[in-house]
């Protein structure tokens, strides 16, 4: 599926996201982000700006940094220096769990559902945060809990029916093949209302036609929730096909940003990288 150019736009703090972006604040600005492990620098300096609804890709070798990005932006770690702006506002003091409901979710590169639990019952985890019931009307199971988890079933159905899993919703998480697991994962993200959403390496273990489709409902969920996308990734088709901007990380610093074509073209990036993965599938 041909993707329409998107045009980029420079910011005075030396970032870039898509034009429809430009009137309202990025989603998320990281500034000289750093973070450090007995004295070695797993990420030094890094900067990145998102736009409101811009599909970003972050990429680089395997060990480059990606996921520890990832980990310092949902608080799994907390930065060594540096300042994360997500909608504006500081995350500096929050938790794992203060940073989900302000609105950034995530999936991991090793699938973590509960895999004894049904389908439904795995994104309807990702709605907790939306019920609106008492703890006494729960154990009592009062009219207002019966109304909640009507709503709570209505909306996962909803939810699941962007990959076309509402059919799948009462299977055991674990029983499904490995794609649809990893589509499970994105839906459970989901259900957490993010503004946005950080994918690590969506497409592992998927065939091209599967891959196809991701891509198809990553444009998807970005139109229809009007949210942004950061996605890390060693799919280069993919990464090439969907990302509007792509910054490219090598032993924990950045070494390059623009657009898939301004990447591509970039001889620091294929010598890093693109370069590698050709000599590899050479």
């Known amino acids: ?8 736009v420079p910011l005075p703090s030396e970032g870039i996201i898509p034009e ?3 009137g309202s604040m990025p989603v998320l600005e990281c500034r000289h982000l750093g973070i450090e492990f007995g004295g070695l620098k797993a990420v030094d300096d890094f900067n990145l700006t998102v736009g409101k609804t811009e599909i970003a890709g972050l990429i680089g070798p395997n060990g480059a940094g990606k996921t520890t990005i990832f980990n310092l932006l949902t608080k799994v770690y907390q930065p060594t220096h540096g300042t994360i702006l997500f909608d504006g506002k500081e995350t ?5 769990v203060q ?3 302000a609105g950034i979710a995530r999936t991991f590169q090793n699938i973590r559902l509960f895999s004894t639990l049904s389908v439904e019952d795995n994104v309807k985890i990702g709605l907790q ?3 609106s019931y008492s703890a006494l009307t729960g154990i009592l199971r009062l009219p207002g809990y019966w109304k909640n988890e ?10 699941l029916s962007i990959f076309d899993m509402q059919d799948l919703a009462n299977h055991i998480a674990g029983s499904l093949p490995y794609g649809a697991q990893r589509r499970l994962e994105i ?3 989901l259900a957490t209302s993010p503004k946005l959403l950080l994918l690590d390496e969506p497409a592992a273990g998927m065939n091209p036609s599967e891959t196809a489709e991701l891509m198809s409902n990553i444009r998807k969920i970005r139109d229809t929730f009007q949210i ?3 996605l890390i990734e060693h799919d280069m088709k993919l990464v090439m096909g969907i990302c509007e901007g792509i910054a490219v990380l090598n032993y924990g610093r950045l070494i390059a940003k623009g657009t898939p074509e301004e990447i591509q073209k970039n001889p620091v990036v294929i010598e890093a990288y693109l370069g590698k993965q050709k000599g590899a599938d050479a």
Do not use: C, P
């Open 228 to 230: 942004a996308v950061l």
């Open 99 to 101: 940073v989900n409901r």
């Open 1 to 8: 599926m041909s993707q329409q150019k998107t045009r980029m």
């Open 92 to 96: 500096s003091g929050m938790n794992t």
């Open 187 to 189: 839906v459970r993200a």
């Open 129 to 131: 945060g939306s019920m």
């Open 150 to 159: 009507k709503r709570m079933h209505e909306r996962a159905l909803e939810l």
């Open 20 to 22: 429809r972006d430009a």
